[in-house]
C-alpha cells in the first residue's frame, strides 16, 4: 500500500520512552488491516466468537492501544473517508488479489499445506463497514479519541501533525511524507520480532522515526520534488513509469527539477499527462481535510469495556483485565495537560 520511497529516506531507531507525552495520530485502517491480516488461527482462519463474527480487529485494537497508553503516549485514530476517484483502480486490483488469494488459501488447506494456507489467508483481509463500527464503539469505551476524515485517513493524520496538534503520525504507509507530515513514527508496536514473508524467519523490528525536513535536506529536494518522484514511480493514483524506481526518480528529478521535464525527457510507458499530474499533485500538496475534531482522553468505562469484550465477543475476563490495567496511565496524563 502506498508508494514504495522507503529506501531513500534515513530511519532513526527510537523506542517508545522517546514518545512519552507525545500526541501520535494513528492511520486506523493501517493497522486495522495489520491486526485482520496477522491475528488468526494456524490455518489463517481469524479469531472469531461463538456467532462467527471476525474479533482479530478488536483483539489488536485493545491489546495494542493498551501498551501504547502504558507507555504515557496518547493515541488518537483517524479513519478514511471516501476514496479520490482516481483510487478505483488500485483498489479493484486489490479486491482481485483478495479474491485470488481466497481461491488459493482453500486449495492450500485442502492439500493439508497449512503453512501456505494461513500465508494465502493474510491476503484476504478486508476493514469492512461493520469492522470499523465495532472498531469506534471500542475507542468509544476506551475513552481514546478518533477522527473521521473526510477522504484519506493519512491526509487528515498529516494534517494534524502539520497543524501542531500531534507530534506525529503513526503509519506503515511513507504517504505520510508526501501529504507533508514533518514526522511519520512507523512500527508503532511493543513486539520486537516479525515473520518475514513467506518464511520460518523473523526480522527484528524497532519502531522508527523519520523526519521529513531532514530528509529534504539530506536528499537536496523540495517537497514538491518528493511528490514529483512519487508520480514517477507510482502511486496509488497512477500506474507511474515503467522501469522507474526511487534511485532513479530522484537522480531524474534533481538533474531536471519537476517531473513535466522528466517526462519530456524519457517518455515512457504509463508516463502520466500533465492534467493528471497536476490533479495529483493536489491530492498530495493540497488533501481533502477537516478541522471538525476534538481531541480528549477519557478515562475508560469499564463496566461498558467488559460488557462489550467479555459478555458480547467471548474474551476472557483475565486478558481483558490485564489489559485494562495498563490504562492506568490515563489519569495520570489527563493531570498534565501542560505537557501537550
Known amino acids: 500500500m502506498g508508494v514504495d520511497i522507503g529506501s531513500i529516506f534515513k530511519k532513526e531507531k527510537i523506542t517508545f520512552n522517546d514518545l512519552r507525552n507525545r500526541i501520535v495520530v494513528i492511520d486506523a485502517?493501517?493497522?486495522?488491516?495489520?491486526?485482520?491480516?496477522?491475528?488468526?488461527?494456524?490455518?489463517?482462519?481469524?479469531?472469531?466468537?461463538?456467532?462467527?463474527?471476525?474479533?482479530?480487529?478488536?483483539?489488536?485494537?485493545?491489546?495494542?492501544?493498551?501498551?501504547?497508553?502504558?507507555?504515557?503516549?496518547?493515541?488518537?485514530?483517524?479513519?478514511?473517508?471516501?476514496?479520490?476517484?482516481?483510487?478505483a483502480k488500485t483498489l479493484g486490483n486489490r479486491r482481485e488479489r483478495k479474491e485470488k488469494a481466497e481461491i488459493e488459501w482453500k486449495e492450500a488447506l485442502d492439500k493439508g499445506d497449512i503453512e501456505k494456507a494461513k500465508t494465502k489467508a493474510q491476503q484476504t483481509s478486508r476493514v469492512t463497514d461493520e469492522i470499523i463500527k465495532q472498531s469506534k464503539e471500542l475507542l468509544d469505551v476506551l475513552g481514546i479519541p478518533y477522527v473521521q476524515a473526510p477522504s484519506e485517513g493519512e491526509a487528515q493524520a498529516s494534517y494534524m501533525v502539520k497543524k501542531g496538534d500531534a507530534y506525529a503520525v503513526g503509519s506503515q504507509d511513507y504517504d505520510c511524507l508526501l501529504i507533508g507530515s514533518p514526522i511519520l513514527v512507523r512500527n508503532l508496536t511493543s513486539s520486537s520480532r516479525r515473520k518475514l514473508p513467506g518464511k520460518k524467519a523473523y526480522s527484528k523490528v524497532y519502531p522508527e522515526k523519520i523526519r521529513l525536513g531532514f530528509n529534504l535536506k539530506a536528499l537536496g529536494i523540495s517537497h514538491k520534488q518528493l511528490v514529483d518522484m512519487a508520480i514517477l514511480i507510482g502511486t496509488d493514483f497512477n500506474d507511474g513509469v515503467k522501469g522507474i524506481g526511487?534511485?532513479?526518480?530522484?537522480?531524474?528529478?534533481?538533474?531536471?527539477?519537476?517531473?513535466?521535464?522528466?517526462?519530456?525527457?524519457?517518455?515512457?510507458?504509463?508516463?502520466?499527462?500533465f492534467d493528471m499530474i497536476k490533479e495529483i499533485r493536489k491530492i498530495f500538496l493540497e488533501p481533502e481535510v477537516t478541522n471538525d475534531y476534538s481531541l480528549k482522553w477519557l478515562v475508560p468505562d469499564n463496566e461498558k469495556i467488559i460488557r462489550m469484550l467479555c459478555d458480547e465477543f467471548q474474551f476472557t475476563d483475565k486478558r481483558v483485565e490485564i489489559g485494562l490495567e495498563k490504562f492506568l496511565n490515563i489519569e495520570h496524563m489527563m493531570k498534565q495537560k501542560t505537557l501537550f
Not at 482462519?45 to 491489546?63: A, C, E, N, V, W
Not at 526511487?246 to 502520466?272: F, H, M, Q, R, W
Open 29 to 87: 485502517h493501517n493497522v486495522l488491516h495489520q491486526f485482520l491480516a496477522s491475528i488468526r488461527q494456524r490455518d489463517g482462519t481469524p479469531l472469531k466468537d461463538s456467532k462467527g463474527r471476525i474479533t482479530s480487529h478488536l483483539s489488536g485494537l485493545f491489546q495494542r492501544t493498551a501498551n501504547i497508553v502504558e507507555a504515557r503516549m496518547r493515541p488518537v485514530y483517524v479513519f478514511d473517508g471516501k476514496p479520490h476517484p482516481l483510487k
Open 246 to 273: 526511487p534511485k532513479k526518480s530522484l537522480d531524474l528529478i534533481k538533474k531536471v527539477g519537476n517531473i513535466e521535464n522528466a517526462v519530456a525527457t524519457i517518455g515512457g510507458e504509463n508516463a502520466p499527462t
